[in-house]
């Protein structure tokens, strides 16, 4: 139940059954699906297609386990995550190698996010400790009230396949810190990178004595029965999810049935508010990294680019010349900077977004079109002239593809802006101090960047406001998604 990928340079075992807890197993009933590599649409590896028997085989087990990993104490849960982090870190190509295989991402990214990734257990790690609550007098005078901190129970997570570890690890870690069992299903495109994560975290469960069952990782291509039929089980408690918005709506109302607590990070529509005294070296480079890290297919990708008329076409020199300068390959070849997309499908709807922007009047200054050949390459893009009411604008490109439109006034950029549905992430770029004090209180976003491309932190709070969901990944916040509040009423 092993396979190995990757190249004669870059190569990797990965495991392809389930993790059932610490055991690596067969479904139940045998079948697997195929995973391919979007560089080269060649098959890499079949994987076992768990079925509803397995998910409540999980579920079974990580309710065996709750009442022993609860009463863990949280020295021991901490201990447990900052180990997972070190075998991560030092295992941290054959991550890479597995991301860079089944999703794409150049290897030298990957590495990235086997960093960003593993980070979460060591946050956690520390934080499984500090949970404190409060203690605070009676305005009466007739008490004190004192607030602690519970486990929520059992959880189970969904996750894309974007990120194929770092949206796992960023639930995992803080579920395990807070005393909660977790059942993971990943992406049927990226299943690969959890599953060798999951051989992780069983090797440490064993070597420091941890319950049998807190983390079980189920493949699957049944994602809709796996999440209705365990949402049905009151056992489960609490569901997080990582994805569009469309299923993440799905799932908070089948949440209700059982109250179970929901997390949703769902879709993004960043805008990226050029000023006209921004620093447009500095807007270069963090243009590039909020558009292409991950070739675009990020939910706080900055999807539209915002400029002042008045450095409008110097930016526009600029972007295009570094866009021409992207390599577009395999993953795993040496120089690529920009991988495949992650399927045909992806790729074609890319593809439609800017053909029909530019059958409204847009024009590319570079890119554009489908290339022929191998893999689902889609090219660095730039659109100009975009109509404003052009789909492109409003939903999520999710490719690399930026789209550049102009404003007259900081008011009208703001305007622009926030007029889209979703509340992910928006950028900002100005030399001027009240400029970005007026972008940042103005800009409806969970998360707002200022004069900055990269903004994701395990130790900051990662989430979205409108549409793009609620709850909170990473920092203080991110451990408390996986904690219900108790209150004592003390004499
Ligand atoms: P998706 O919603 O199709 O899939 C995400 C996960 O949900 C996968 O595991 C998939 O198998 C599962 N799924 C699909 N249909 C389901 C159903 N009916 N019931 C239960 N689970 C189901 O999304 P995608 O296209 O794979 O991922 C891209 C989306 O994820 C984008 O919209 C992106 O913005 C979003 N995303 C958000 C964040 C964030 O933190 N806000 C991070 C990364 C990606």
Redesign the pocket.
Known sequence: MRTGIGNAQHAAQVPTGMWLGTSLLAANRGQQFAVDDPATEAVIAEVADTTEKDWFDALDLAEQARPEWEATSPRERSELLREIFNEIVRRKDEFAVAMSCEMGKPFAEALGEVAYGAEYFRWFAEEAVRSNGRVAPAPAGNGTIIVTRKPVGTVVA??????PLA?ATRKIAPALAAGCPIIV?????TPLTLLLLGEVIAGVCLKLGAPNGIVSILPTTD??G???SLMKDPRVKKVT????????K??VRQSADNLQRTSM????NAPFVVAEDADLDLVLTCAMQAKMRNGGE???AANRFLVHEAVAEAFVDKLTASMQAVRTGHGLEEGTTLGPIITRK?RDRIAELVDEAIAGGARATTGGSTPSGQGYFYPATVLVDVPEDARILRE?I?GPVATVTTFASNEEAVAKANATEFG?AAYAFTENVHTAQYFASRLEAGMVGINRGAISDPAAP???IKQ??FGR?GGTEGIEEYQHVQYLAWT
Do not use: D, H, R, Y
Not at 185 to 189: F, G, I, R, S
Not at 265 to 268: A, I, P, T, V, W
């Open positions: 969904i996750t894309p396949w974007n990120f949206m299903k990943p992406a049927a495109e994602a809709a796996f999440s209705s999810f990582t994805g569009s918005t469309g299923v993440g799905l799932l990070e769902l879709g993004g990020a939910c706080i992806q999520e999710f992910l990662f989430g979205g793009s969901g990944e």
